[in-house]
Each structure stands twice: as C-alpha cells, then as structure tokens.
C-alpha cells in the first residue's frame, strides 16, 4: 500500500513539475517584418492567456512576457493575421502577407459627410470601426488609433488620460507650427485647442521647457471612445480639400452610434478597468554613488581622492554633485542629507519608486431602439482616472444622444448632442526638465521615501533647506544635495492645487429633404461650446511672520464654434455606362474666444486663505479676445464608366477674417481619379487572354 502511495505522489509532483514549466513566464523578442524584409512599424502583439500586448517600434522590434505553451498572435493594418505556439524559442522573426480587401460594398465617409464606395475614391483613406477602439481599453480614442491605420503616427504624453494626443497623418508638414488634422464629429468641425492660435495645448506639450511645465489636454479627449461607430481618416490633399486650410494635415471623420431596430428595448452594459504601470526604467550603474573625479575633488577642495566630503567631519560624499563618480558602495554608516545615519548603499529602483501604480475605471450604460419612422441612442459614461505620475487625477462624465425622426419618405432630422463635464486635479509635469536637468539628477544612493516625507515640513510648510534659517529648524536638512526638483515638483503636486473644470456642449441638427429620386438637400447647423475654469491654489511656503507667500489665481476661457452648411445632391441619368453625381454647397463657421485671468501678487498676507481680497499686493489681471469667421462655397463632380473608371473633381472658394480684405479669398481645387484592374479583367470573354 505504501508503495502504491509512494507511486501517485511521485506522478503527481512530475504533473505539477510539468505544470509549472510550462506556465513559467519568460520574456519573447523579435522583429516583425513582410514578404520582402521591409519593418512593419505598429504591429501588434497578443497572448490569449495573459492578455499581454506588445506594439512594435520603428525598427520592427517588440518584446513581450509569455509562457511555453501560449499561443502568440500577431496583427498589422494591411496584413493577415499571423499566431505561433510558443516553444522554447526566446527571438523570432515573424514574416506577415498582405491582404487586399474585397472594395465592390465597402462604404466609408468622406468630406463633408458623403457617403461613398471606397473603391471609387482616387485618394488614400483608412477605417477603423467601433471594435478596434474599443478592445484596446486606451482612456480615449485617439490613443486607440494606435497602429489601427497605415501611415498615421499616435504620439501620446505619458499623463494618460487627461494629456494631449498628438497625431500626424501626413509627417511634418510645418516647421514649428500646428501638424494636427482637423477633426469632424457628424459633419460639425469640432475645438482642437484651447485658444484660435493653438498656443495653449499644441500637440502634447505646450508652454516650452523651462515655463509651465503642465502637460495640457486637447479638445479631442472628450469624444468619448464607447460613442463611436466609425471613423474615417482623409489622408491625401485630394481627400481633405473641400475642408479647405484647415484640413493642411488631413481631416478625421468621426461617426457616432446610432439606435437599431430589435425587438425590444437595447441596453449595453461596459464596465473597464485597467491599471499602469511603470515600463521601463534608465539603465543605472549601482557600483558608485554621488561625487566627481579624484582630480575635480582635490583640486577643488571638495572631497578627498577616494570621493569622501570633506565638508565636516561627518563621513558621507558629496550630496550636491551631479555626477555619479563618487565614493565605491561599501555598506559603511553615512550621514544623509536629512540629518540621518544610513548604510552606504545603492537605491536600485529608486527610479521606479518615484511612480506609482495608476489606475482607470469607465462604466458605460447606452440604451437605443428603432422603429420604422425613428431611432435613438442615449448613453452615460463616467471615467475614473488616476496615473503614474504622483499627485494628479482626472473625472470625466459624458452624456450623449444621437436621433433620427422620418417626418415622410421625403424628409427626415438627425439630432445629435454631447455633455461633457470634466474635472482635472493637478495635471502631469514633463518628465524630461524634472528629471534630466542638474537641478533634477538624483543619485544611486537617493531613497525617495525621503523625498516623499520631507518636502514638507509637520507644519504644512515647504521643506526648509540648509541655509534657510527662518523657521521649523528641527526639520532643517542638513546638507545641500542635487535633487531639488523633485521636491519642488512633490510639493507643487501634493501639496498646491491646480484644478480645471471643464463643461462643454457639442449640438448638431441636420434636415435632409428628397425633392426627386434624382435631387437632394441637406441642411445642417451646429455648434462646439467650452468652458474651461482653473482655480491654483499656492499654500503658504513659509509661516507668514516670516515673509509673505502663497497665491491664489483664477483663470477663465471660452471657446465657441458656430456652424452651418447647405448641399444639394443632383444625379442625372445619363446612360447605363456613365454614372454622374453633381453636388454643390457652402459652410460657414465662426470661432469665438475670450480669455480671463485674475490673481493675488506677493503672496498672502493671511496664511492659506484663497481670496482676492487677501492679496498682499495688487492683484493682476488680464483679458482678451479673439474671433475668426471663414466662409466657403464648393462643387463636386464624380463621373464613373461602369463601375470601373471613376474620376472626381472639386472645387473650393473659400474667404477668411484673418487675412487683409483684399486678399482674404482663395481657391482649392483637387482631381483624382480610381481605376478597377480585377473588374476589368472579370468583364472580359472567357476565351480571350488581356495580352494579344
């Protein structure tokens, strides 16, 4: 009996042993790459057990953590799909084919909401549906877009979801303006920036590096992804030349849901949640700690030969330098620059303990239905957001309606509004001056739990340095050291308060009239309305029987697009070989915006109390506006032969406010044309060859 024991646990501990091997996580790398060697930039790469995604950089390189056993499985825009069971390998090189799409019912939107084959545009265009940017889980939808279309380039800032996305669709096209594209939600042009300039938030980072280094936001953050059905991205001037100027960079066509007909009542349920984490981190060398070269010390005065401070008698380097040649680690007692005693000893993920473990949370409810005469669509979605970064965090709520009421079979309205409300508490810094100035550099032997508990004092105060001996000097830090960015930046982020609250409204309605099977109107009004208030509350630095400090500053903007257009579609029959559709229109669009900004000057005379009123001297103020209005006219001809050859040609005249009124009118002309190779080649006689 024993030893029939003694067999089953010996089987069972070589299951498990087999078990735990092949589950064992290693790390995958590789490049990917098409038939002909050329890198696939923005390929992605998937586990099905552990939900890991890799993305492949310009190189083609990527890196993901995975197991024996796992199937791996790779996707690029423009190539098949490709999976490999993983073994023992520990590189790959994955080859992927192209595809190429089946055109004859593929319907996308182009300029000025026109519907149109895709296999009848003569310019490049690229769609991506509801699916692909939502499965993502990426806090908004242009972070989604990331490797989701051939040529467009996602840059997004590490503040996450309250931080400015960057997107390029044609590379560079100006040097040192905007290279944004112009954004369309359901035929309304919509705010990128906060201001006509684009001073305010170009791109990711906004105000230079040694200004404000607050990572702003961009209007495009608040189209809410679960709201989306399609977006189309106009890529060639020939797609986006009927948007005129404003659509230099390429136009982005974005689509929201509509109601669809069911049995009954449709209700949709999401509930995301995700959290971040640091990826990467500098490779440090963790054998020497602060200090320069022996010749720089003695020569200097600084330190001895070996790195030791000869400042004192205590025994520590040199916590002020910035370089990292100091003493060999040997575990000896030093004195910190806190005043404490601790091992000599390298901080190995002093890095990564600056940054935290972020988190995000979107609940999404929708309810829709439809019937003959009508459709509607109503959702709720509520973010939750908190990044990596200490000491910020974002709450979005967004409301939505999207409608459609036939009036007869001639006339129908589309109605489609937007709330959104949202509430950013101490937006990200830039990384790249905090960290990678001198006055950033922090040491292998630094602890930031230090940094963390004294850029304060227990009073509430700022931290008190060396030479300050005005107040808390119990708490006084007793050397200088390097790092002292890091403890401005902890108590401007933990300590002050920089809040924005943003409410906006984006309205569209639409009225499309039949007159004949042939002859169609469309008329459209709508509107993008913001505002954006941010309240910075600086506390006390200093108790104020020392010196006045603190400050209080209110800052308020509004921004206001007002839009209308008129179309009229006319589609002659000419014969069963030629096709022709005429359309014709105007736009007009009118940007308003006013800023306003009042605040305290030289500090607070009573500690930490945020009013005007307690300004220590005259309060500061500015204010000003600024309005454009650009007005347009435009035709379109498409002729087609047989659903073969297609030719377009368009045409814009377009007057704007910004330009001196004699030379305030341009013109944008465009032509392109499509021809379809495998119909041709179908519609010819079985028993003749293309060649003669």
């Not at 791996?72 to 799909?81: E, F």
């Not at 060639?236 to 007909?261: D, H, P, Q, R």
Request: glycine share 10%; aromatic share 12%.
């Amino acid at each position: 009996m024993k030893k029939h024991y003694l067999c089953l646990l010996i089987t069972m501990l070589l299951i498990a042993s087999n078990f735990v091997e092949g589950q064992e996580k290693k790390f995958i790398t590789g490049f990917v790459r098409d038939s002909l060697g050329a890198a696939i930039q923005g390929a992605s790469i998937s586990t099905m057990s552990s939900k890991a995604i890799a993305l492949t950089d310009e190189n083609s390189f990527f890196k993901i953590q995975t197991a024996r056993g796992e199937m791996l499985t790779v996707k690029a825009v423009g190539y098949a799909s490709f999976s490999i069971k993983i073994g023992n390998e520990k590189e790959l090189t994955i080859i992927l084919a192209a595809t190429y799409g089946v055109l004859e019912d593929v319907v996308v939107t182009t300029s000025m909401g026109i519907k149109k084959q895709a296999k009848s545009l003569g310019y490049a265009v690229s769609t991506i549906n509801a699916k692909e940017i939502t499965e993502s889980g990426s806090p908004n939808f242009a972070a989604a877009l990331y490797g989701k279309a051939a040529g467009v380039k996602v840059v997004n800032a590490h503040g996450g979801a309250s931080s400015a996305v960057s997107i390029q669709i044609r590379g560079v096209s100006s040097i040192g303006l905007n290279t944004q594209p112009l954004y369309i939600v359901d035929g309304v042009p919509i705010r990128l920036y906060n201001d006509l300039m684009g001073n305010y938030s170009n791109n990711s980072n906004n105000n230079g590096y040694w200004s404000n280094q607050r990572i702003q936001s961009n209007g495009i953050l608040d189209i809410n992804p679960e709201d989306i059905d399609n977006i189309t991205i106009l890529k060639g001037a020939s797609a986006s030349a009927l948007y005129g100027s404003e659509a230099t960079n390429g136009v982005v066509v974005i689509t929201t849901k509509k109601g669809k007909k069911d049995k009954a009542l449709g209700i949709e349920f999401n509930l995301l949640g995700s959290m971040e984490m640091l990826a990467s981190s500098p490779d440090y060398q963790n054998e020497y700690g602060p200090g320069y070269d022996a010749q720089t010390n003695v020569q200097n005065g600084i330190a001895t030969h070996e790195g030791w401070s000869i400042a004192d008698s205590f025994h520590h380097p040199s916590w002020g330098s910035y370089a990292q040649f100091g003493p060999k680690f040997d575990g000896s007692l030093v004195r910190y620059w806190d005043g404490t005693t601790r091992k000599y000893l390298p901080q190995i993920n002093n890095y990564r303990d600056f940054f935290t473990t972020g988190y995000g949370a979107t609940t999404n409810i929708a309810i829709s239905n439809a019937t003959d005469n009508m459709n509607y669509r109503l959702s709720y979605t509520h973010v939750d957001y908190s990044g990596i970064v200490p000491g910020g965090n974002l709450y979005k709520n967004n409301f939505n309606f999207n409608g459609t009421l036939t009036l007869n079979n001639k006339i129908s309205v589309d109605l489609i509004s937007t709330y959104n409300n949202n509430f950013t508490h101490n937006r990200t810094y830039l990384m790249s001056q905090l960290l990678s100035s001198y006055g950033g550099y922090f040491s292998r032997a630094d602890d930031m739990n230090t940094f963390f508990s004294r850029y304060k004092t227990t009073d509430g105060y700022k931290y008190v340095s060396r030479n300050n001996n005005a107040y808390d000097q119990d708490q006084k830090l007793v050397y200088n050291f390097r790092a002292m960015n890091l403890m401005d930046y902890l108590w401007t982020q933990l300590r002050n308060s920089y809040d924005e609250t943003q409410n906006r409204f984006m309205n569209s309605a639409t009225l499309n009239i039949g007159l004949t099977h042939n002859l169609k109107l469309r008329g459209r009004i709508g509107n993008d309305i913001t505002e954006l208030g941010v309240i910075e509350k600086d506390y006390n630095s200093q108790p104020a029987g020392t010196g006045y400090s603190g400050g209080y500053n209110v800052t308020n903007n509004t921004f206001n697009i007002f839009y209308g257009d008129g179309l009229v579609f006319y589609q002659p029959k000419i014969s069963k070989q030629w096709g022709l559709h005429l359309t014709g229109g105007f736009t007009a669009r009118k940007e308003v915006y006013n800023y306003l900004n009042a605040g305290t000057t030289n500090g607070l005379m009573q500690e930490n109390f945020f009013s005007f009123s307690n300004s220590a001297g005259n309060l500061s103020g500015r204010s000003y506006r600024q309005e454009q209005m650009d007005v347009a006219g435009f035709g379109i001809a498409d002729f087609n032969y047989k659903d073969l050859f297609f030719i377009e040609g368009t045409e814009r005249y377009e007057s704007t406010s910004t330009l001196p009124v004699k030379n305030n009118s341009y013109w944008y002309p465009s032509f392109n044309a499509s021809f379809i190779l495998s119909d041709a080649v179908d519609l010819l006689p079985k028993n003749r060859s293309i060649i003669n």
